[in-house]
């Protein structure tokens, strides 16, 4: 069985950083590449940021291009975001998932095959 599991959501003022976290297990971690997304109420899914498998490769939405990063650790199973100079308008519950490499654009959400249950952020003004 596949969990993703999300963590480190939370309230922050606008401005601020938050660390996002998801775990991951019952899966071969380093065969996936990893994706964030995220959810505004009443708005689609919309892509953050994707990291290829090795690590080597990185896109982000430019919405949040300078501001969010990326990173996994192949040891611990984890992917992360890192999020700085939050804005209101990244307030959304934000989602990891797991893509199988040659499956798709790394934005594309229906190319995903396994997702985590998501961890809200809200960003105050």
């Known amino acids: 069985q596949v969990l993703l599991v999300e963590s480190g959501g939370g309230l922050v003022q606008a401005g601020g950083s938050l660390r996002l976290s998801c775990a991951a297990s019952?899966?071969?971690?380093?065969?996936?590449?990893m994706g964030w997304f995220r959810q505004a109420p009443g708005k689609e899914r919309e892509f953050v940021a994707r990291i290829s498998w090795s690590g080597d490769s990185l896109d982000y939405a430019d919405s949040v291009k300078g501001r969010f990063t990326i990173s996994r650790d192949n040891v611990k199973n984890t992917v992360s975001l890192q999020m700085n100079s939050l804005k209101p308008e990244d307030t959304a519950d934000y989602y990891c998932?797991?893509?199988?490499?040659?499956?798709?654009?790394?934005?594309?959400?229906?190319?995903?095959?396994?997702w985590g249950q998501g961890t809200r952020v809200t960003v105050s003004s």
């Open positions: 019952g899966l071969t971690f380093t065969n996936w590449h």
């Open positions: 998932a797991a893509q199988y490499p040659l499956r798709g654009p790394g934005a594309d959400a229906g190319s995903y095959d396994y």
